[in-house]
């Protein structure tokens, strides 16, 4: 008998979809029996709802591609939460599959249900419910394209379990839906628009008569098309290019005037040349908290320009400030052709580094950053390690950084090293994760070594939360709060896992002995006991600005 899921796996590969990743549930069985009779579809079991969503997101990210993922209803599909808001807040392209309640369930409160239209309507681009033959495949594909454009940003479709286990009619899979919505974005301008060239021409003013000028590259730099269009207008105009997290590695981080990261996670000397410039110009960034430095730009004196094509980014700008609603790389080239021969003579930033600890995970980076592969890619979890990987990772297209900084969520960095290896399989991934994430995505190192992945994992092992204990001790007066936490022996729980797993000490004694470990192929973990006492470089930031 063919499925309706047969049917539905037919139509997620003919999308160009080649990889589903999930977590299975009974009343998601039949999916997973047909993507075991397709040979266009690969699956990959992570350990937990939660796990297999976010190596999804980090799938999306590094492949460019619509991301699929499936999880049961009930609570298998809640754990997804924070992938999709992740996904949401990051622009990335993901498809959560999830059953809901069975067509023929008489009445509510059955088990495995849960109304995801009211669950996740906002942390999603939309919600489709499937619970009928009819149409469901033309749902399937507006759900893909809708997760691809106009902005990117997760998509779920619930679909009872009944009729996924059904037998096909392909008359009725194939029939136009009773109704399927699609976001068509902000409308479409004609070529004659003269605000938006008036716009431009006001931006490029605003830039060509500051005395000094700060190009700030978001996540949505790394788009095709935007990525190029920011190394051309970099290298013709020479205005001082930084990052965010989520931006570092869009430019080359070698040699002279490289690009560096800004903003809560990034080094103070920048930070600085930020706040005084005349004119900041943010291209592809949401413009969180942490990329503008706790929403210390733009400040007052400053003008803004703004590059971004989110529909729901507010048109008015603050005093002195101005949108250009445009996708980054367009924005980037209108610009460019206003600006015509004009060359940037200001201020540049100063060359000094923020001040941190030198030594031990300082070390650990420069080990990875003399190790990196051209096609590598580094994953950052919350908390320090994106810090010191934001701070002293030096990368060069096409090696890129990902951390969680749509959310911010501990437990981000072992499940998303899923994701990124498997859609880089010809590279190593280098993950840096403290104890604290790693303590919320234990199982996920299972689905490392089960697959073979070539994922390196630094686990920052000081048995605290200790950027949290830090803003605890340094903004709110109070005791530390993870003081009192249990240590785990991590080296005991890999070795028990299968993982081969090396602990330092001390990692620029150990270096050679590190390097060596790490040289081979395959998934590798390191533990490095690391002091309560270190400092990394958003921590100082933090504490900075506490005093």
């Not at 669950?119 to 499937?130: A, G, N």
């Amino acid at each position: 008998m063919t499925t309706v899921a047969d049917h539905i796996a037919r139509r997620l590969a003919e999308n160009g979809v080649s990889r589903v990743f999930g977590y299975p549930g009974e009343t998601s069985l039949s999916l997973y029996a047909a993507l075991q009779r397709s040979a266009a579809l690969t699956h990959v079991v992570g350990r937990c709802p939660r796990g297999a969503a976010y190596a999804a997101e980090a799938y999306a990210r590094i492949s460019g591609q619509v991301a699929v993922c499936d999880a049961p209803g009930g609570i298998g599909s809640p754990y997804c939460t924070p992938a999709l808001l992740e996904a949401y807040n990051s622009g990335t392209p993901l498809v959560l599959l999830t059953s809901g309640p069975s067509k023929s369930t008489p009445r509510p409160w059955a088990t495995g249900q849960v109304e995801h239209a009211r669950l996740f309507e906002s942390i999603t681009k939309r919600v489709h419910v499937i619970r009928e033959q009819k149409g469901a495949l033309e749902i399937v594909d507006a759900a893909l394209a809708l997760a691809a454009a106009p902005r990117r940003g997760p998509v779920v479709v619930e679909i009872a379990p009944d009729v996924l286990e059904a037998e096909a009619d392909p008359a009725l899979l194939d029939a136009p839906a009773y109704a399927v919505e699609t976001d068509p974005g902000p409308e479409p301008r004609p070529a004659s628009d003269t605000r938006r060239a008036e716009r431009v021409s006001a931006a490029a003013r605003a830039i060509e008569r500051a005395s000094s000028v700060a190009l700030i590259a978001g996540g949505g730099c790394h788009a095709p098309g935007a990525a190029e269009a920011l190394r051309d207008f970099a290298d013709r105009f020479r205005i001082p290019v930084f990052t965010t997290l989520n931006g570092k590695g869009v430019l080359s981080e070698r040699g002279d005037h490289a690009p560096r990261v800004v903003g809560s996670k990034g080094d103070t000397p920048a930070n600085a040349y930020i706040s005084g410039c005349d004119v900041v110009l943010y291209a592809g960034s949401k413009m969180g908290d942490k990329s503008t430095h706790q929403y210390a730009w733009p400040s007052p004196g400053q003008f803004l320009v703004r590059i971004d094509d989110d529909p729901r980014v507010e048109e008015a700008g603050p005093a002195g400030g101005l949108l250009l609603r445009e996708d980054v790389g367009d924005g980037l080239k209108l610009l460019a052709e206003e600006l015509g021969a004009w060359s940037y003579g200001g201020g540049r930033p100063p060359a000094t580094e923020g001040s941190w600890s030198r030594t031990g995970t300082a070390s650990l980076v420069r080990t990875v950053n003399a190790a990196l592969g051209e096609r590598d890619v580094c994953v950052g979890e919350a908390s320090v390690a994106s810090g010191w990987f934001g701070a002293l990772l030096r990368l060069v297209p096409p090696q890129r950084l990902i951390t969680p900084r749509g959310t911010g969520s501990l437990g981000y960095a072992i499940p998303a090293s899923v994701g990124a290896a498997v859609a880089r399989p010809d590279a190593t991934v280098w993950t840096l994760v403290g104890d604290g994430g790693l303590t919320m995505s234990i199982g996920e190192l299972e689905t490392i070594a089960r697959l073979g992945l070539d994922v390196k994992v630094a686990v920052l092992d000081n048995g605290r939360l200790n950027l949290i204990d830090r803003h605890a001790v340094h903004h709110h007066h109070a005791d530390a709060v993870s003081r009192d936490f249990t240590r785990i022996d991590w080296a005991g729980l890999c070795e028990a896992i299968g993982l081969p797993v090396l602990t330092c000490a001390d990692p620029e004694q150990d270096a050679d002995r590190v390097r060596s470990f790490l040289s081979r192929r395959g998934p590798a973990v390191v533990v490095v006991d690391t002091s309560v006492d270190e400092i990394s470089p958003d921590m100082a930031i933090a504490i900075r600005k506490a005093h």
